[in-house]
């Protein structure tokens, strides 16, 4: 399942649903036994159970699945945070049928529990948490096991992030689908093991609902991933253009090229200064080298529209001579070229004190690609000033809404990178591994996006399948991996993925 469901999402769900005739208590029925599917799995009858509850719906979660656990013969404790008067709807319900009571919650009463249920807070959470409801996220923190209903309490089902404090789940059950939370840092670590179940919510609803955010994976992008024919040749496989910076700093250029040439762009040339020629050259086998030294050159160089897709940026330095560069490369008057630019690194900071210019830039090449792909401190740099912007903390709106002011495919890495396009379109990355965080692999996802642009793959899914192919390729070489390892390991991983999607080898 790609979709990820925003809060608000999974309450129009959870609406159409009721409106098509099934009752909440019903959808409440079917959670709360999923969560005591779960406990089930995680421990044998007689054992001890507590369930932490709240006033609201994940509270009522927590009574049925509280029954239903009575039933299968454990022993239970349910511990409410709030007054039972403030129970309503289907979660009193919920608790008349559960009809073993309950205690007011106290960090005491989890002491002998083998398992605990957090059905405190769920998804609805807009507020940091405080006092009472505080101290038992704190004592839950302290349990051997915890199962949470929906989202760990205190974890923002729409960023991710934790407000207050929140709880640190072995297991999550949550129903339908996957919200937000559960997949960007650090909600995703809080939630332990995802489980998701089917509630009776139809999979029409999203017809209705529209997702337009995705788990990153291969059917999000396989339509469009680009595959050799038997009957094409190097230059109907794209050429890709990556500028070097000076003498000293060519190694991120190296990379970029190597990662794009493996990607499986027909063709790769290095744009280097004349004091990194020999350097460039020297260094590389399969790689052209050609001289560009300055926009003057550069845009030279472009007016060959064989070159299709471009990346600018690492090596290159925090200058004006890198800004006119990558100008000169989204230069929209040669409309005839449709040519994917991919802008990482210098070339993002080397535009902090100007974005409109390089924001103009972009928009006026359009439809063609734009990709830029920064880090949080680039990112901040470049859209920091924006109010818009700066005042939201989600990661993923702070990347749609800077994606549509620059009319740019945003790619915000990180543990949970973002990929966001100017229509909305979303996906969140989750296959990365912790030692792909080493120097240069920044330089050879620019390069794997460059290499699948080059092959004509539409800027967002060409983005997305980069991102995935990143993470998958470091966890498939393993911990001591170096930036140097990714574009070597990247064969192995493109043919299980062949095989996976039924391309054929």
């Known amino acids: 399942m ?31 036994a999923a969560v005591a599917n779960a406990v089930t799995a995680s421990c044998p009858p ?94 839950m923190n302290s349990a051997r096991q915890v199962v949470a209903v929906d989202l760990p309490s205190g974890i923002s089902g729409d960023s991710g992030e934790i407000l207050g404090a929140a709880v640190r789940a072995q297991k999550t059950v949550t129903f339908f689908r996957r919200k937000f939370g559960h997949v960007l840092l650090p909600g995703r670590i809080h939630c ?22 995705f788990a990153n994976a291969p059917k999000l992008w396989r339509a469009s991933f680009p595959v050799p024919r038997l ?38 040339t290095i744009a280097s200064p004349r004091d990194a020629l020999a350097i460039n050259a020297a ?25 299709n897709a471009v990346a600018i940026g690492p090596g290159c330095g925090v200058n004006a001579q890198t800004r006119d560069m990558t100008l000169a490369a989204l230069d929209g008057s040669r409309d005839d070229i449709e040519r994917a630019v991919v802008v990482d690194a210098d070339a993002i900071t080397s535009f902090a004190g100007e974005p409109v210019r390089l924001f103009s830039a972009i928009k006026a090449r359009a439809p063609a690609a734009t990709i830029l792909t920064p880090h949080a401190g680039e990112f901040a740099r470049l859209f920091g000033g924006v109010p818009d912007i700066a005042e939201v903390r989600s990661k993923l709106e702070q990347a749609r809404r800077a994606a549509a002011l620059s009319g740019v495919i945003i790619v915000l890495k990180g543990a949970d990178t973002v990929i966001t396009a100017p229509d909305r379109r979303a996906a969140i990355n989750e296959n990365a591994p912790p030692w792909l965080a080493t120097a240069g692999s920044g330089d050879v996802l620019a390069g794997l996006i460059t290499g699948l642009t080059a092959q004509g793959m539409p800027g967002f899914e060409a983005a997305c399948a980069a991102v995935w192919l990143h993470g998958e390729t470091a966890r498939a070489f393993g911990p001591g991996l170096i930036s140097e390892d990714l574009a070597e390991t990247l064969p192995a991983v493109y043919q299980k993925l062949y095989r996976e999607l039924g391309f054929g080898i």
């Open 2 to 32: 790609l979709e990820l469901l925003s809060n608000a999402e999974m309450a129009e769900a959870d609406r159409l649903t009721i409106a098509g005739g099934t009752s909440g208590l019903e959808l409440m029925q079917q959670a709360g």
């Open 46 to 139: 007689g054992a001890h159970v507590a369930v932490v509850v709240g006033t609201g719906n994940n509270g009522g979660d927590g009574f049925v699945a509280a029954r239903i656990l009575r039933e299968r013969n454990y022993r239970l404790r349910v511990l409410l945070v709030g007054d039972v008067a403030r129970l309503k709807g289907d979660a009193a319900q919920a608790y008349k049928l559960w009809g073993g009571g309950s205690e007011p919650a106290t960090p005491e009463g989890l002491v002998d529990a083998k398992i605990v249920v957090d059905a405190l807070f769920g998804t609805g959470l807009d507020r940091a948490v405080e006092g009472h409801a505080r101290a038992m996220i704190d004592a």
């Open 192 to 213: 332990g093991e995802v489980r998701v179940a089917d509630i009776g919510i139809r999979r029409d609803v999203l017809t209705r609902i529209a997702p337009r955010t």
């Open 231 to 268: 009957d094409g040749h190097k230059y109907s496989r794209g050429h890709a253009v990556v500028v070097s910076g000076a003498a000293s700093f060519t190694g991120a250029a190296r990379l970029v090229a190597r990662a794009a040439l493996r990607a499986g762009a027909g063709l790769v």
């Open 283 to 307: 260094s590389n086998l399969a790689v052209m080298v050609r001289v560009a030294d300055g926009a003057g050159e550069f845009a030279t160089l472009l007016t060959d529209r064989r070159l």
